[in-house]
């Protein structure tokens, strides 16, 4: 799937099952709820801390794609091309950041 097939079938689910995208602010709400999942699962299978019971069957891939797919509702309700406005930041990262990684020394480490 291309990211303009998932921002379209995101939508089609969307006005089909979903009745309407929640307001902007909510779903920037919902995002940040979605990240801390994400965070959560990474500081116990990757961190120090341990898993709890209520941790127990969550699943690292679920949880990215819930932050991916309330990326893509805020992208759909605010008009951004999520296929355009990715090609256009990783032309931008490459310009910056053309000698500074090759040239830092800490990700030679190691």
């Known amino acids: ?7 379209q079938t995101v939508d089609a689910w969307i006005q089909s099952t979903g009745v309407r995208y929640f307001n902007e602010l909510t779903n920037m709400a919902i995002l ?6 994400v965070a959560r699962i990474i500081s116990r299978q990757y961190g120090e801390q341990s ?13 990215l794609a819930d932050v991916l797919f309330v990326v893509i509702c805020l992208a759909n309700q605010t008009g951004v091309d999520l296929t355009a406005a990715l090609q256009k930041n990783l ?3 490459t310009l ?3 000698q500074r990684h090759q040239q830092n020394e800490k990700l030679r480490k190691g």
């Open 1 to 7: 799937m291309t990211i303009e097939e998932a921002q």
């Open 32 to 37: 940040t709820e979605e990240v801390g999942e």
């Open 51 to 63: 898993f709890k019971e209520s941790d127990r069957g969550k699943e690292l891939a679920d949880e």
């Open 91 to 93: 032309e931008k990262k």
């Open 96 to 98: 910056r950041d053309a």
